[in-house]
């Protein structure tokens, strides 16, 4: 017989790995890890800036017109996203581990309690997932949702992510979500997000950290 | 008795290094407004108006503007910003309303609609749920947006680009999460449900798809500002859906 975890428990017994993984983590270098956090915060924006252009049409008349108010929010994640391909060439393994212990450690909060630049770093950071394409990496984000708590969990699924749609294997994804608690995701919200991983598979129009 | 429902967004604050959002408090009251004053929306004679405020963005907005600092008194930065927020405040004052929310409740009252503060997006879904059967006639929304939703407050990023919070959002993907409100809408629908903000298509069409009613909205930007500017077009509405920006037409697309 499996005995269930409280989720208050389960979310303190969480806290506590991540300060002791953050502490193994702390082999990242201060510079690398002040540039990833930068460029989370930049990542931001591809998500939720009003003038990020959503599409690649509109992308094209913003450079062709170049337009100021689009351009100064798409030049800083281009340059964000640079970055994050140089560091995870330099080193793959201290990037991603990074990127999940600013998760844990930003998107722990109930969001109405986070403070501003823990927003902007928690779904940059979420966003970033885009970056880690390889089959291991695919498997650890899926046992990052599958044991977080419900507060991160759900930031996780919360949009229309990039990283939704260039998993190498949704198969296993729909599998993940659909055996998430209810109290993580409803089923009638795990419909729409099941939706978007079902689409992965199909040619998918470019927005956000793709462009 | 139909009940016709207007969700009204908010504005961020209005900062120095962001003069291209937000210049006035009242952006995405003022069409609705306007619609209700000549009836642009063709309102039906059973239908009952419900405006639903989201309340933070005033709240945010009015203690910005109500109070200009000595340091903003000081600020010269050739456009008198904070000019500009303490006559909006003044105004509201003058009218007899304690701040913008409170003016907002005098409009709704003086539009015969009834007036609903949310201070949370899920908040709006709770109202719609509220109804019975058959009886949402149409949704309309005024307010910032993008095609993952609406995007009912915005905020100021550390390079100060307008952005929004999640928490302030009624995402895309929420429409198919409540595909059990869709009993809640007269069928066939008597008017279609509008969704006032840039790159709402995407938004409408799902709604349509999940709602089974037609829905507006619009495919590229549109600017709210071009209520305040000469234009050949004199009905409001029509003018935000056509009125080219810098991203070209609105391309406003009706899904049925």
């Known amino acids: 017989m499996s005995v269930s ?30 540039g ?28 062709e017109k170049q337009i100021k108010d689009c351009l100064s929010v798409y030049l800083p994640v281009q340059d964000a996203k640079q970055k ?4 995870i060439a330099k080193d793959q393994a201290a990037v991603f581990a990074h990127t999940v212990t600013t998760i844990n450690q930003t998107c722990l909060k109930p969001e109405p309690d986070m403070d501003q630049q823990s927003v902007f770093r928690c779904y940059g950071a979420v966003i970033a997932l885009y970056f880690f394409t390889d089959s291991v990496y695919d498997q ?42 209810n109290d993580v995701l409803s089923d009638s919200e795990k419909q729409p997000v099941l939706k978007f991983f079902k689409e992965s598979q199909q040619p998918y129009e470019k927005f956000g950290v793709m462009l | 008795m139909p009940n016709f429902i207007i969700l009204i967004g908010g504005p961020g604050k209005f900062l120095g290094c962001d003069k291209a959002h ?7 009251l003022v069409p609705i407004q306007l619609a209700g004053k000549k009836n642009l929306y063709n309102k039906a004679s ?49 009218s007899g309303a304690a701040n913008y929310l409170q003016r907002i409740q005098h ?32 949704v309309w929304y005024s307010g ?51 969704f006032y903000g840039c790159f709402t298509s995407k938004f409408a069409k799902e709604w349509k798809d999940v709602f089974g009613v037609p829905a507006e909205g619009a495919v590229n930007k549109i600017d709210f500002g071009t209520i305040d500017s000469p234009s050949p077009i004199s009905n409001v509405l029509t003018r935000i859906e056509q009125t080219h920006t810098s991203l070209g037409s609105p391309d406003w697309k009706i899904h049925k």
């Open chain 1, 140 to 181: 650890k984000i899926r046992d990052l949702l599958s044991h977080a708590p419900r507060s991160i969990a759900r930031v996780m699924l919360s949009t229309r992510f990039e990283w939704f749609y260039n998993r190498p294997h949704p198969d296993k994804w729909i599998t993940v979500i659909n055996t998430l608690p």
């Open chain 1, 5 to 34: 975890i409280p989720r208050l428990a389960k979310t303190w017994v969480f806290a506590v790995t991540v300060l002791i993984s953050s502490n193994n983590c702390s082999a990242t270098a201060p510079d690398l890890k002040n």
């Open chain 2, 107 to 138: 409009i709704a009252s003086g539009a015969g609609a009834t007036h609903k503060v949310i201070t949370k997006p899920d908040e709006f879904w709770n109202f719609l749920n509220s109804f019975p059967k058959n009886s949402i006639s149409r």
């Open chain 1, 36 to 63: 990833l956090n930068h460029a989370y915060e930049q990542l931001y924006n591809a998500r939720f800036a009003l003038e990020y252009p959503p599409r690649e049409e509109i992308l094209k008349i913003c450079q």
């Open chain 2, 22 to 28: 937000d210049q006035t408090w009242k952006n995405f």
């Open chain 2, 46 to 94: 059973s239908e009952t108006i419900h405006w639903v405020v989201y309340e933070p963005p005033y709240r945010h907005r009015w203690e910005d503007d109500s109070v200009i600092d000595p340091a903003e008194m000081k600020q010269s930065d050739g456009y008198w910003l904070h000019s500009i927020r303490k006559k909006a405040a003044d105004d509201v004052t003058k």
């Open chain 2, 144 to 194: 910032h947006a993008s095609e993952d939703g609406l995007m009912l407050s915005v905020t100021h990023t550390g390079a100060c680009a307008a952005a929004a919070f999640p928490t302030d959002m009624i995402q895309l993907k929420d429409i198919r999460s409540h595909a059990s409100l869709a009993d809640r809408f007269v069928k066939p629908a008597m008017s279609n449900s509008k």
């Open chain 1, 84 to 87: 994050l391909r140089q560091a």
